[in-house]
């Protein structure tokens, strides 16, 4: 049922509200709050259309819920019409600053209760500590310093200051290159987790309600950090309730989905339904609203009266509450002798309004003009407005408006009410809400065009005095009203500012549409010759934020074009940055390097000569986007030269760029054991900057070398890593590079059908990324899955048509000769085997798959029984007879390499050569907890044993071939399950 508006006294100069009827409601949200707290996080929504009364039902559930339990605090934040997309984290913000003290103001604006208040100031040192301790980063992006220490938090002031978070680099400001870019949805994640360790740390010493209001107007950054909460709060004594309005999240924003239908569809999943909707009652249920919300004053209004009412408003809640209140103050209800309302003697329906926007305007109409002025001004503004600003504007006294807005249009009218004060440096800024949007939408839509221009400029102009050198901090305010100011050059400064306030705290989707709309402005100048500068700044983080978003393609053509202007404006350092941040998204991708190469030289030959982070960035992706095209001597010099000078000017970020690019250069199998060890040294420096995405890229590295040294521990130790590293960061590409990665350790124990919904699902995020080699991890993924599923015969076409496409070089060649041998088709095995064994095994590519394509060749020769051949491929094979065979970037194992040099030395007679390799296959597969190579390392290494002929070899031979047979029946390995039976057949 309704609920939420009622009409409102006035008694003894206090403002009183009744709440009525949403019994259901209630109940609703009354079951959720039992189970959070016994300890499960519950997640709900409030929806509704405007004026249905979804703030003031959570409003009094909070109350209700704080009567029954006396430890519960409550916290609200709020969304803003104007800014909310543009300011990150706002209600977040709001949240944290009231458990860091900003109490008093919530009280005065009404947000919050006397009782709240009261506990939660009992609880701030208490919540200062946990702040300190849990979320030390939060105090500069969420909690501005001085304003807590003007408040009840000088000690987290103070105690920030002591801990010294993190030391900063020596890179200039000019170098905000890729490689710190890197860290920027890292920082963006360790922001996520520091609210929620806050949040859920509090929670274990006081059950806490997080109240978000209005989120149809919620930024990206803080739909996300809701997501992130929610999944997080199950377990602890936390009930978040979100408020929105259902149709606007329904059209969504431009081209793309509204940020919270993601957000609510998602959590379904997590908690059932988490929707409490008003707006669908029955006719009834509206009709015992009217009832309610009349009978909480005395009357003696009857059946008749009530019936037209619910008429008029069909019990919207609003509308029915504004529509007594304007009957009240025109006389249509009196009150009698008895001080009990009843029908007056003028009431006629006819003239009422017949909508909630004439109620507005009847309201509007009754004042005096230098209220209209003052609330003309305040609705340009915003929903929120600025009493100074408006004083300036009319040129009144600060203290003179200050009683208009509280005495008259708050207390009296009831149009506005008190949103408290900040401080912007010496300046005390008083602020103020219109009580309903309407009533704001109302007043500046019955504005005419040019009124509404000069207005919007004014309120800049006087809002940029006001706020002098934290202009910042109304960034995104600033653009909105010299934009529609029609003052463009202003606009772009403004919402490149704002953009950078917004990529500060790593708000990505934020920074983008800030960045997009200053690019709009200036287009709409026409003439940009003057604004250069801010041009180039604000395409530099269009690419940054495309690239954060996965927007890769997007990204490196933002890129390029930035870099084409910046060299024809002869801007070094921003050509610089956006070739850096073109060869990011490239090398990830795999994508082809010759614009890179040309972008990155070009920038070498601009930039200044001497040392700098640029440089050294400039230096390290021209070796790795030079890889293949480059002698491994003059990329080794070009690194080495890299390292020193990062070196020298001790930037730990240029040196881990460049050390990681120089490791990736020496893949020498005798030297990886040096590799894994210098990995762990530079993982030490990136964990000393507490970079994850660094960390995520080492742990990758390394986990190729582990695997090839056959260290599952190690293997397991640095997945469960990137897991958690995965699950913090909220990167794409990231996610990508780890789902490809875990559906390894499955095949090699046999799990094929989880295997493969693995590859699926790290095939569907490479679609949704555009990966460039994405068909081919899934390829060679399916092909080792099928291949033991005796399904290779499914797989052939697709293999032969891949080959087709690409040409004679492609690496799926040796892929395509395996299957015919697999297969039975031994001619069409030879052919292919043939081209690719000529001029030594030249025409297979020396990429990541070329010890896998060795080893597929490896069986093909054996199964032709081409010994010549099979010589060249054991000597190509024996440098890494102690590793293991890594597909890809570890994308999958194959097992240990010296079970296929086992079969090579047999196919050349060389019996104990054969025996050497088969017993270490064994011992290392069986270490590796590898079944599924174990048991082909048996098979081959019985048939080793059954040509040798030996009479004494028989009883291991068969003992080998009866545990490859009990493996391959417990795994499903059909395609070695019928080799090993036809085996068995020919005695």
């Not at 604006?109 to 009992?122: C, D, F, I, M, P």
């Not at 992006?141 to 938090?153: D, E, S, W």
């Not at 604000?538 to 074009?561: C, D, K, P, W």
């Not at 993924?781 to 080959?803: C, D, S, W, Y």
Request: aromatic share 6%; glycine share 8%; charged share 25%.
């Amino acid at each position: 049922m309704l609920a939420g508006f009622s009409w409102e006294s006035q008694e003894n100069g206090a403002l009183d509200r009744v709440f009525v009827s949403r019994d259901k409601e209630l109940q609703q949200l009354n079951d959720k709050l039992s189970l959070m707290i016994g300890g499960q996080g519950q997640v709900c929504f409030v929806t509704g259309e405007a004026g249905f009364g979804k703030t003031c039902l959570v409003a009094e559930f909070a109350r209700r819920a704080q009567e029954r339990e006396e430890e519960l605090l409550v916290v609200i934040g709020d969304c803003n019409a104007q800014t909310g997309i543009g300011d990150p984290y706002l209600p977040f913000r709001e949240v944290l600053a009231m458990l860091a003290g900003d109490i008093d103001d919530r009280v005065a604006q009404g947000v919050t209760t006397e009782e709240n208040a009261s506990r939660l100031k009992k609880f701030l040192r208490v919540s200062k500590r946990i702040i300190v301790d849990v979320g030390p980063d939060l105090i500069d992006i969420f909690l501005p310093g001085a304003g807590i220490a003007t408040r009840a938090g000088a000690l987290v002031v103070g105690e920030k200051g002591r801990r010294g978070r993190r030391s900063s680099t020596s890179a200039s400001g000019a170098a905000a290159l890729s490689i710190a870019d890197t860290s920027l949805s890292n920082e963006q994640n360790r922001i996520f987790e520091q609210v929620t360790t806050v949040l859920t740390s509090l929670s274990r010493q006081k059950p806490l309600i997080l109240i978000l209001d209005d989120l149809q107007w919620v930024d990206d950054s803080s739909a996300s950090l809701l997501f992130h909460l929610a999944r997080r709060i199950e377990g602890s004594r936390i009930q978040i309730i979100g408020t929105y309005r259902p149709e606007e999240v329904a059209v969504g924003r431009g081209e793309s989905r509204h940020p919270m239908a993601q957000v609510v569809t998602e959590l379904k999943r997590h908690y059932g339904d988490p929707l409490v909707v008003l707006g669908d009652e029955t006719d009834t249920e509206r009709r015992h609203f009217i009832d309610a919300l009349i009978d909480t004053e005395g009357n003696k209004i009857g059946a008749e009266f009530r019936n037209d009412l619910h008429r008029q408003t069909n019990g919207h809640a609003l509308f029915t509450s504004e529509l007594l209140l304007a009957m009240q103050e025109r006389g249509d209800l009196v009150q009698d002798e008895e001080g009990d309302w009843t029908v007056g003697p003028s009431l006629d329906w006819s003239t009422l309004p017949a909508r909630v926007e004439g109620v507005v305007e009847e309201r509007i109409s009754r004042l005096q003009s230098d209220l209209k002025e003052v609330l003309t001004i305040a609705s340009v503004e915003g929903e929120t407005f600025t009493a100074q600003v408006i004083s300036r504007l009319q040129e009144i006294t600060e203290r003179r408006l200050l009683k208009q807005l509280t005495q008259e249009l708050d207390r009296q009218h009831r149009l506005v009410s008190e949103e408290g004060s900040i401080r912007v440096g010496d300046t005390r800024v008083s602020k103020f809400r219109f009580r309903h949007n309407m009533f704001q939408r109302y007043i500046y839509d019955n504005l005419g065009e040019s009124e509404r221009e000069q207005l919007h400029e004014d309120v800049a102009s006087v809002l940029e005095a006001l706020y002098e050198e934290h202009r910042g901090r109304v960034s995104v305010q600033l653009a909105y009203h010299y934009e529609h100011a029609q003052i463009f050059e202003r606009a772009a400064s403004c919402y490149l500012l704002a953009s950078e306030r917004a990529s500060s705290v790593h708000a990505h989707n934020e920074t983008l549409a800030l960045a997009e709309r200053g690019l709009s402005a200036l287009n709409r100048l026409g003439d940009i010759s003057g604004q250069s500068d801010v041009l180039l700044e604000l395409n530099l983080l269009i690419g940054e934020a495309q690239h954060h978003v996965g927007r890769f393609a997007e990204s490196m053509e933002t890129y390029r074009q930035t870099a084409a202007t910046a060299a024809r404006l002869k801007s070094p350092e921003v050509l610089a940055r956006a070739a850096l941040g073109y060869d990011e998204p490239r090398w990830r991708c795999n994508l082809l390097a010759t614009t890179a190469i040309e972008l990155l030289n070009q920038a070498l030959d601009l930039l200044d000569a001497g040392d700098s982070v640029l440089r050294v960035c400039l230096i390290a992706h021209l070796a790795r986007a030079s890889l293949g095209s480059a002698s491994l001597d003059d990329l080794t010099e070009m690194l080495d030269g890299a390292i020193a000078m990062a070196r020298r000017i001790e930037d730990p970020r240029a040196l881990i760029d460049s050390l990681r690019t120089r490791l990736s250069l020496d893949r020498d199998p005798t030297r990886i054991g040096d590799r894994v060890s210098l990995i762990g040294e530079i993982l030490d420096t990136a964990h000393s900057i507490d970079d994850q995405y660094l960390q995520f890229e080492l742990l990758a590295f390394r986990i190729y070398d582990l695997v090839a040294l056959g260290d599952c521990d190690g293997w397991e130790r640095d997945l469960e890593a990137l897991r958690q590293i995965d699950v913090d960061i909220t990167e794409p590409f990231y996610e990508y590079n780890y789902q490809t990665m875990i559906a390894a350790p499955a095949i090699q124990e046999g799990r094929f059908e989880d295997a493969e919904s693995l590859v699926m699902a790290a095939f569907e995020t490479g679609e949704k990324l555009g990966v460039d080699n994405n068909e081919g991890v899934m390829g060679i993924q399916m092909f080792t899955i099928r291949r033991e599923q005796g399904r290779l015969v499914e797989i052939a076409p697709i293999v032969k048509h891949f080959v087709d496409e690409h040409g004679a070089g492609a690496a799926w060649r040796p892929g395509l000769a395996l299957i015919y041998a697999e297969i039975g088709e031994i001619e069409k095995a030879r052919v292919e085997f043939v081209q690719l064994a000529a001029d030594g095994f030249g025409a297979v590519p020396r990429d990541s798959l070329w010890q896998t394509c060795l080893t597929y060749l490896a069986e093909v020769c054996c199964a032709l029984d081409a010994a010549e051949d099979a010589q060249v491929l054991y000597d190509l094979l024996l440098p890494y007879e102690k590793l293991t065979v890594v597909v890809g970037n570890a994308s999958a194992c194959l097992g240990a390499t010296s079970r296929f040099l086992g079969q090579l030395a047999t196919t050349l007679l060389r019996w104990d050569d054969a025996e050497r390799h088969f017993e270490h296959a064994l011992k290392m597969n069986a270490q590796m907890s590898a079944p599924t190579w174990l048991a082909h390392s048996q098979f081959q290494y019985s048939r080793m044993l059954f040509e040798r002929g030996d009479a004494k070899d028989v009883e291991s031979a068969n003992a080998l071939l009866d545990s490859a047979l009990r493996i391959a029946n417990d795994l499903g390995m059909r395609a070695l399950e019928s080799r090993i039976k036809a085996r068995t057949a020919d005695g």
